[in-house]
């Protein structure tokens, strides 16, 4: 005859084996039920966020036909483009992920709006799989505006055209070209009736690339089409279809905004932001068609800076012929001026001075957004 305890031992380890048992059964049925693919994205404005960073959105703006994006772990692949519009005028949508905020839905954790001044650096990479069947371009948006704002339009689009395949152009007419982070650019500027646009097409495709964000926002504000004290908005990257677009992707992308200063009051666009731990003097004498300008660069911080690298944004129309005291690359646009062997180290409260030549066109403005090691300084 067996004890209680004896009995509840038993039903303990027939109960035991059961739910082994059962497991199991369940582990064997979930191996072999294949995992459901996520649904794709048809809704016109339909979106979604991946790796808790980016929003991904179909963004389907400019027709009434279907489109549908699947959406992977690191981007999206359009399997679905009905339908054309003229290409002698907008496209038909936007598909694209983006960090940042876009019509008030704002990407998790992002850290824009920011202000351009307080933005030390904004690395981003992105990979493309073009297809040949369709026309469209493949666009790396870059969106500032006076005020931080999250929803509606803002005040200058920057496009950084990837790609681009059939007879499209971007918007207004072309005024040159220019080199930015390393490549050569057409330059194109306009406005689509909406805000002001500046455009730079690669020459041809390119399918990877990292690069700065700020390097093209230094050379649009030198170009007069923005201002330090604005503010980034979002980054974006997809493609404009004007015809068909299945089989377009984006297989990887990042996007970082490092920020070196204070962003100010996000209520108030006047305000600057609080400046870094150094200051530049910029002392310029222009001439008809020509100048110099002699930079005192001012470490404000505790501790010294050794192999310095001055940052700053010469106006467009400006190119620097000489230098001294200094090593100053490139010539125009967004440059950079470091330290030669003898004055490589600002120590704490001490500073270094650099001088250079250059030519105009146009009417004469001072550089601008110094920063010293990423960190904005202020300017006297």
């Not at 400019?62 to 692949?77: K, L, Y």
């Not at 954790?109 to 493949?138: C, E, K, M, Q």
């Not at 250079?356 to 004469?364: D, E, P, R, V």
Request: glycine share 10%; net charge negative.
């Amino acid at each position: 005859m067996k004890t209680p305890t004896s009995s509840l031992r038993s039903v303990r380890t027939a109960v035991t084996a059961l739910l082994a048992a059962l497991a199991s059964v369940l582990a064997l049925t979930a191996a072999t039920v294949p995992a459901q693919a996520a649904a794709p994205i048809c809704g016109q404005y339909g979106s979604t966020v991946i790796q808790d960073r980016y929003v991904v959105q179909n963004n389907r703006w400019g027709t009434s036909e279907e489109q549908c994006i699947d959406v992977t772990a690191n981007g999206f692949a359009v399997t679905r483009a009905d339908g054309s519009v003229p290409t002698n005028g907008a496209p038909k949508s936007y598909p694209s992920l983006f960090n940042g905020c876009h019509y008030t839905n704002c990407s998790p954790g992002t850290a824009l709006p920011a202000r351009v001044s307080s933005i030390s650096s904004a690395p981003t990479s992105i990979t493309y799989a073009y297809v040949g069947n369709a026309v469209y371009d493949a666009a790396y948006d870059i969106w500032l505006d006076p005020a931080p704002k999250t929803d509606g339009v803002n005040r200058t689009e920057i496009m950084i055209w990837f790609n681009r395949v059939g007879p499209i152009q971007p918007v207004g007419s072309k005024v040159g070209t220019a080199s930015v982070a390393g490549r050569t650019w057409e330059v194109w500027t306009g406005n689509n009736g909406g805000n002001d646009v500046i455009s730079f097409v690669a020459p041809s495709a390119i399918t990877s690339w990292s690069f700065d964000v700020m390097d093209f926002v230094d050379q649009t504000v030198a170009r007069g089409m923005a201002q330090n004290s604005w503010y980034l908005t979002s980054v974006q990257a997809g493609f404009e279809p004007w015809q068909n677009g299945a089989g377009l992707a984006v297989t990887s992308f990042s996007s970082a905004v490092n920020t070196g200063g204070d962003t100010g009051n996000p209520e108030d666009p006047g305000t600057p932001g609080t400046p870094g731990a150094c200051q530049v003097t910029y002392t310029a004498n222009a001439w008809p068609g020509g100048f110099t300008a002699d930079v005192k660069v001012t470490n404000t911080g505790t501790t010294a800076v050794d192999g310095w690298e001055l940052g700053f944004t010469l106006p467009a129309g400006q190119t620097i012929t000489r230098a001294w005291n200094a090593t100053v690359t490139p010539a125009s646009g967004a440059v950079r001026a470091t330290g030669v062997a003898f004055n490589d180290r600002i120590a704490a409260g001490g500073s270094q001075s650099f001088g250079f030549q250059g030519t105009y066109s146009g009417a004469f403005t001072q550089a601008a957004r110094f920063t010293l090691d990423g960190t904005p300084c202020t300017a006297t």
